[in-house]
Every structure is written in structure tokens, then in C-alpha cells.
């Protein structure tokens, strides 16, 4: 049973406290306004069907000509009527354990039990950052494969500012959907270089707000695509909603007497019920509540639809080197 164990501290005979080393991945695309809790889902979480279909309305037609009026009262009018689309969201039964042994507390004079406690959240945060990942490569792979690529423009070698334009009016006049733009850094660096970058400073000089187009601009490791390649990627608000529903028991703590050889042993684990849905597509994978998509199935094209119209999905991409 992998645990925290006494190669994993640092034992010294001067000190009085542990200061954590924190991970340097950073969870801007998580954090940058994309994601829209939604009470829907938070419903749809909290069935236990693992896959649900949600219903929604479709807009009226417009391309249905209204009736001319006339004196006639024979005349009937043509009637309208209003349809439903549905659409299939993945819920993911998630746990992560950890554990550490009573002589590792007390040889480190601190509290590693605490630390883990401390440090669920941003565990979590990076996980569900993850999966948002995976689900923004798996749509974009989606459309390249069934919707001829229509979210998405080839930079080839290297970022251009073509490119990136080209990307955001792939939806047309709704290309004013878009409120935020992510990129790896190695595109935000090209980006700069050719002074494509614009910055907000406050009355000091601080900068205060990155942009591009006239939309803020991120910067995250995390936006790759394949091998040597980026996925640059422009975002609607609300691009992503997600849902939480609540296991049995979220978190639980097991005290085991005869562990460490007796001296004694206790494990901690937090359990998730999430759903992270990318809007206007559907997933069609697995179905089986106790078979929960990995990170690397989110990815795959294989598992997503597109079911809304181009200019509905607040999506578009560019893939360079």
C-alpha cells in the first residue's frame, strides 16, 4: 500500500516546521472564467446513472418565412412548431486516498496528515483542469474527424496572427462569443516576439490584464496537442459547465492499529461526483457508472459529438508547432 513513509520527509535535527513544496503546474485554464456551475447538471450528478440525456429547446427557424397576412378568412396560416434536442452528459465517480504511518508523524514534528488535508483542494482543482483538457483535445479532434475541422485552423510551424484570426470568425458573425483565449507558453512567447500581444496597466504601470484581440489571454502548459505540437484555444464564457453531486460518504478517514508493524497507520480519502461537460457536444463513450472515463478517454475524439450549430459552440482552435 503505497503510503507517506520516511524517505518522503526530511529528518533533521534543527527545525520546527515543514514548509510544503508546492507543484509549479499551474490551472490557469481552470481558473480563467470558462467553467459555469450549472444546476442542471448538479442534478444530472446527483441520479447515479452515470450517463444521462439532457433535453433542450432549439431556437425557432428563422429560415421559415412568416405568413403574409390577408382579408381571407379561409385562409389558413402556417403553424410553427417548437423542437427538442438532447444532448448526453458523463458523470465521474472519482476517490483519491492517502495515507501515513504514526512514526512518520512522529519523527517528522509535524503533521503530514494535516498537509494532505490542506492540500486536497488544489489535488482536485488540477484534476478537474485535466479533464477539462482532455475533453477540449477530444472536441477539437472530434470536429477535425466528423464536422470537417470547422472549429479549427493549422498554423503549421509556427503561431501567426493570421492563424489566430482565422480561428476565432470559424464562427462567423457569433465570433464576438468568445471571451478568453488560452495558450502554451512557447505560443505566447512567438506571440510576443511579433508583438501581437497588448497589455492593460493600471495608474502605476502594473499590468494588470493580458490580451489579444481585444480578449484577456492566458498562458498554460497544459495546451498541448500530440507530439511538438500546441493547441491554442479561444473560449466562450460558460464553454465548459460543470456539476457536483454528492458521494455516500465524500471523505473518510480509516485508522488501521497494526499498521507500520503496529506502530500504527491511518488513511484519508476524498471521493468526488463531477461532471465537466464542454457545451454544445455530447459524449458517446462508456455508459457504465462503474467504468468512469480516464483523462486519456476524455481525450479521445472517439467519445464526443458535436450536437449544436457551429456558431452555437464556444470553441475554436489552433494547432502549431
Do not use: C
Amino acid at each position: 500500500m503505497p503510503a507517506t513513509r520516511l524517505a518522503d520527509i526530511f529528518v533533521g535535527d534543527y527545525y520546527q516546521t515543514l514548509q510544503p513544496v508546492n507543484s509549479p503546474e499551474k490551472t490557469a485554464v481552470y481558473q480563467s472564467g470558462i467553467i459555469a456551475k450549472n444546476d442542471a447538471l448538479d442534478a444530472v450528478a446527483s441520479n447515479g446513472q452515470g450517463t444521462s440525456t439532457i433535453s433542450y429547446w432549439q431556437d425557432l427557424d428563422a429560415n421559415e418565412e412568416a405568413n403574409i397576412t390577408t382579408d381571407d378568412p379561409d385562409q389558413k396560416g402556417k403553424v410553427g412548431k417548437a423542437t427538442q434536442g438532447t444532448m448526453r452528459a458523463r458523470t465521474l465517480y472519482l476517490n483519491k486516498p492517502y495515507g501515513t504511518t504514526d512514526l512518520t508523524t512522529e519523527l517528522a514534528n509535524s503533521e503530514p496528515m494535516q498537509h494532505i488535508r490542506n492540500r486536497y483542494g488544489k489535488y482536485w482543482e488540477r484534476q478537474w483542469q485535466r479533464y477539462l483538457l482532455g475533453a477540449a483535445r477530444g472536441v477539437i479532434a472530434s470536429n477535425i474527424a466528423n464536422d470537417g475541422g470547422d472549429m479549427v485552423i493549422d498554423a503549421g510551424a509556427a503561431m501567426t496572427a493570421t492563424a489566430m484570426q482565422d480561428a476565432a470568425f470559424t464562427a462567423g458573425d457569433a465570433a464576438d462569443q468568445f471571451s478568453a483565449i488560452g495558450v502554451h507558453s512557447v505560443v505566447m512567447k512567438q506571440m510576443v516576439q511579433k508583438d501581437l500581444i497588448e497589455y492593460i496597466k493600471d495608474s502605476q504601470g502594473n499590468v494588470i490584464l493580458t490580451t489579444y484581440l481585444g480578449k484577456p489571454i492566458f498562458m498554460d502548459d497544459g495546451l498541448t496537442y500530440g507530439t511538438g505540437k500546441y493547441l491554442s484555444m479561444f473560449f466562450g464564457s460558460g464553454a465548459f459547465g460543470y456539476g457536483e453531486g454528492t458521494p455516500t460518504n465524500p471523505v473518510e478517514v480509516q485508522r488501521d492499529a497494526l499498521g507500520g508493524n503496529g506502530g500504527g497507520a491511518e488513511i484519508i480519502v476524498e471521493r468526488k461526483t463531477y461532471i465537466l461537460q464542454p457545451a454544445g457536444f455530447s459524449w458517446i463513450g462508456e455508459d457504465d457508472p462503474n467504468k468512469t472515463p480516464t483523462i486519456a478517454q476524455f481525450s479521445d475524439p472517439a467519445n464526443w459529438k458535436r450536437e449544436f450549430d457551429r456558431k452555437l459552440v464556444p470553441f475554436a482552435a489552433v494547432i502549431s508547432g
